[in-house]
């Protein structure tokens, strides 16, 4: 009988292949942007546990600012030998994780160098924080040990014992002689512990490795003391810390952890991904169960002939089943694509770690509660099928879809929600990047190509890199900057007249030949690339020097610079921020360079032939940061785009379902009414008079809609940019054009149907019935 269901649920829904195959990819995009919103808040908030009410965090502050300082080893050290009552042993890490390059050295002398993401942390912080370690109870305690994750072992290492090797400290020439270069393993970490980014943290190095990272310092009270009593007690004490006094202040994690404000930003930001899911669900559901009630004449005679409730509701949940299990592989296929577009186009430091295996098995968990309330959802039509005669499906009478139009008045609100989140993220992110300065055409940015000195080895043989490079006949100019020239990725100075601030301007520095490179517009005179104390400053920058009668020099930053010359604007300076324009600094230090090839089409090759270049000196264990340009991937534009992009289609996807939803709707009801249509035409109704019948409660609904949620939708856009300089988003253009638009979407929708139902021939109805 099994069998049975599954085939006549599936020949009922190929009878309506558009609309089923439709709801099943809304679906499949509802699951995908649920699970991995999920995913995503509980990689970067999970990794913060809620603590009972015994753990507290010690914040240093000082007496003359009222304002906290950051605290340091040497802070952690005084504290230590101090004789606080009503507190245990203070445990102590870096306040976040950062990068560093090291070389792993296995038993047999091969090294290999990584990238690794790591935390500095005290003796007893594994100890503390409950984090497994494989290898018996065994932390960091002196200054030339490491624990390692259970996942760099294996990278590192292989299926080799990582107790007892090595891992060398990659340094800079200028380094302190002093300085702990090599580290012994003494244990790994079986718990997974991942950082505010949601990665994993690969090493954990003693304190002293860093002692002026400012440090996160924790205790657990004893006994019956609190936080007031404790507090109480540390107020009395105070230390030099520099130039500066500073005392303690306690406050319970559970308080910081556990805030109203933290709780409900997770929960709006859980709400908001549900929401295509539950349109869809709402769409699916409403259309399988008005099919369902169309067949009642069927299900009646089923009933008749003896099949039992559990027949009509297995026959029901058969299609479901079907429904939710396409929705749910084609779900797995949506997530590849949109993994592979977020690798792809968004810078790798910006990027989660995403574990396809979790997020698998979020998803599948997900398809089988939504089996459940679906199950759930069927016994109520069920029921009333049971209390159903075959006379009474004949002559019921038609009941006004109050349960329905509710739903399709939810459609809506979420519908509107995000086509209004659409408009008002296109207008703040036009007006943040639209105005940017461009010297170069898109032509020529393609024939730009940029390479980052991202790692210490990189470091050490550029000079042999730039040879090689600068040996290719595809190569026609070259220039070095210290920092990279994305959008929106500048360095900020304060302009300062007679000592005080007025204003904060971007800054670049460079090499002087960077006007001639990007093709700005500049006059003045080109100083020496190891020149000292001039400036060159936009034209925008000059025109507030001018207002404040300023020539010849300007101080910064609380230093004065030599006016050298003037220039257009930085390459994609925007036009619309909140500085007074940007400064040029003469700087012959390189991070960063950029090389120019003789025409785009060149570019690829001359892309791969320096990539090739680099690895020679590069192992590939360690990332390359080379790409075109004119290329947005991974870059701030190309995160943009791909968030455009992102909330376009749930734009368009909770459109589309409104639509199905709106259009099944007034099909049935069509079915429902050709009667009484047919007898309205016969006693003179006019088109006006058919037209209200059907779409005066969808306007109806529109108006309470929209009148509800855009107010919604305009408050947080203005919330979002209120400490911007943005204004975009206060104008009520957009507004406008959002009612405008869905309801002539609504409008087309219905006048469809109702254009349909108007050409009816009455007579041709009557004598059906």
Not at 518 to 538: C, E, H, N, T
Request: proline share 3%; with cysteine.
């Amino acid at each position: 009988m099994i069998k049975h269901y599954l085939k006549v649920a599936l020949r009922n829904l190929m009878n309506f292949k558009v609309h089923s195959l439709i709801s099943a990819i809304c679906l499949a995009i509802g699951i995908t942007c649920f699970s991995m919103m999920n995913y995503f808040i509980d990689a970067v908030s999970g990794n913060i546990k809620l603590s009972d009410d015994s753990h507290i965090q010690l914040v240093g502050t000082s007496p003359q600012t009222a304002a906290d300082i950051y605290l340091f080893k040497e802070d952690f050290d005084y504290l230590k030998g101090l004789p606080i009552a009503g507190m245990d042993a203070l445990v102590a890490s870096s306040s976040y994780s950062d990068r560093k390059e090291i070389t792993a050295i296995d038993k047999e002398q091969r090294e290999l160098p990584f990238l690794v993401s790591f935390k500095n942390v005290s003796s007893n912080y594994f100890a503390y924080n409950s984090l497994k370690l494989k290898y018996g109870n065994q932390e960091v305690t002196a200054p030339d040990e490491v624990i390692v994750s259970q996942s760099f072992a294996r990278k590192a290492f292989g299926k080799e014992d990582p107790i007892g090797q090595v891992i060398r400290q990659e340094t800079e020439a200028n380094s302190p002689s002093d300085f702990i270069k090599v580290y012994k393993v003494v244990n790994v970490a079986l718990t997974e512990e991942k950082d505010y980014r949601g990665k994993a943290i690969d090493c954990y190095f003693p304190l002293s490795m860093q002692s002026r990272t400012p440090l996160s310092i924790r205790s657990r009270l004893t006994g019956p003391t609190t936080a007031e009593n404790l507090n109480e007690q540390l107020k009395n004490m105070t230390w030099k810390h520099g130039d500066q006094d500073i005392c303690l202040y306690a406050f319970l994690e559970s308080e910081r952890n556990g805030s109203v404000q933290r709780t409900i930003s997770i929960l709006l930001s859980r709400f908001i991904a549900s929401l295509i899911l539950l349109s869809g669900l709402i769409n699916f559901l409403k259309f399988i169960i008005q099919m369902f009630y169309n067949r009642q004449r069927e299900l009646v005679l089923r009933k008749c002939i003896g099949s039992d409730i559990k027949g009509l509701f297995a026959l029901l949940f058969a299609e479901i089943f079907w429904m939710l299990s396409v929705a749910f592989f084609l779900s797995l296929v949506v997530t590849e694509i949109i993994l592979s577009l977020a690798y792809t186009y968004i810078p790798p430091d910006d990027m989660i770690s995403f574990s396809l295996v979790d997020l698998y098995g979020s998803q599948l968990g997900l398809y089988l509660v939504l089996l459940l309330i679906c199950m759930l959802a069927i016994l109520y039509p069920i029921y009333r099928l049971r209390r159903l005669s075959a006379l009474h499906s004949i002559v019921q009478r038609q009941k006004r879809h109050v349960f329905r139009n509710f739903m399709i008045a939810l459609q809506l609100a979420i519908s509107l929600f995000f086509t209004g989140g659409v408009f008002g993220i296109t207008l703040l992110f036009d007006e943040m990047f639209g105005g940017m300065y461009h010297p170069l055409s898109a032509e020529e940015e393609n024939q730009v190509i940029s390479i980052s000195i991202n790692t210490i080895r990189m470091q050490n043989n550029m000079d042999a890199i730039l040879s090689d490079i600068q040996s290719l006949p595809e190569i026609t100019d070259r220039i070095s900057a210290f920092n990279t020239f994305d959008a929106d990725v500048y360095t900020y100075m304060t302009y300062m007249k007679n000592g005080n601030p007025r204003g904060n301007v971007l800054m670049v520095q460079a090499e002087p030949h960077y006007f001639e490179f990007f093709k700005i517009p500049f006059s003045g005179k080109l100083v020496d690339k190891d020149a000292r104390g001039f400036v060159y400053v936009s034209e925008r920058f000059k025109e507030q020097l001018q207002r404040d009668s300023i020539e010849g020099s300007v101080t910064l930053d609380g230093e004065e610079y030599r006016i050298a010359g003037t220039y257009r604007a930085l390459n994609k300076e925007g036009a619309l921020n909140r500085e007074v324009g940007s400064v040029f600094l003469v700087n012959p230090q390189a991070y960063t360079y950029y090389f120019k090839t003789s025409h785009p089409d060149i570019t690829p090759v001359a892309l791969k032939k320096i990539t090739e270049i680099c690895r020679r000196y590069v192992p590939e264990t360690l990332p390359l940061d080379i790409r075109n340009m004119g290329d947005s991937k991974q870059s701030v534009m190309g995160t943009v785009a791909l968030l455009k992009t992102a909330s376009l289609l749930l734009a368009i996807v909770s459109m589309l379902l409104l639509i199905l939803s709106i259009y099944s709707g007034i099909s049935m009801d069509v079915v429902n009414r050709q009667k009484e249509v047919a007898i309205r035409k016969i006693n003179g109704a006019t088109p006006k008079v058919i037209a209200l019948l059907f779409g005066k409660i969808y306007l109806i609904i529109y108006l309470s809609v929209f009148v509800i949620i855009y107010p919604l939708v305009r408050l947080v856009l203005i919330g979002i940019a209120q400490k911007s300089s943005l204004k975009s988003i206060y104008s009520w253009n957009w507004g406008i054009l959002l009612f405008f638009t869905m309801a002539l979407l609504i409008f087309l929708v219905t006048a469809y149907k109702i254009y349909k139902v108007m050409h009816l021939n009455p007579a041709s109805i009557l004598k059906k019935e």
